[in-house]
């Protein structure tokens, strides 16, 4: 009974992916099966931060608004500080530090290659982790529509 009602729509109790598997994969909020970007891959750097206007599977815009993503440097900063932090202690339980030599400087070195790496793939994250902040899942996404944004300027479109 949890997977098609006597009417033939699927049930609330329809599994869908949690919402951190949903920012994890960039994944769109509402529905958490479209993907966000055009490219999967976020190392094609001159496609990294490409978007698909509206999600492919329900049709959720992903600019809500001009300069909606400007938002987005501050959930990209936690990230960079969360990888930061676990480096440092990755590094510390496993060589150690100390300030009498030069361990703390590799560390530096090694954290800034690390989040140099990582950028294309924080960058996406954090846009999906901003989207989500601002549009939640519906489960009804199906029969709901989607919300046409109010607030957007046709010539302003991926002027990041």
Not at 66 to 90: H, L
Not at 138 to 157: C, F, G, I, L, M
């Amino acid at each position: 009974m949890d997977l098609i009602e006597i009417t033939g729509v699927k049930s609330s109790a329809e599994k869908h992916m949690p919402a951190i598997m949903s920012i994890a994969k960039c994944k769109c909020p509402r529905c958490r099966q479209g993907n966000m970007f055009v490219d999967k891959n976020p190392y094609h750097l001159k496609h990294t931060m490409q978007m698909h206007e509206t999600c492919p599977v329900c049709g959720q815009a992903f600019n809500l608004e001009v300069g909606f993503y400007y938002g987005s440097g501050y959930s990209s900063y936690a990230i960079s500080i969360a990888v930061s932090v676990f480096s440092f202690v990755v590094y510390a339980l496993t060589v150690g530090m100390s300030v009498n030599d030069y361990r703390f400087l590799y560390w530096i070195i090694i954290n800034a290659i690390l989040l140099v790496a990582l950028q294309p793939i924080i960058m996406r994250v954090a846009r999906s982790m901003w989207l989500a902040l601002f549009v939640s899942y519906d489960s009804n996404w199906r029969h709901n529509k989607a919300d046409v944004p109010e607030r957007t300027n046709d010539t302003q479109k991926n002027n990041w």
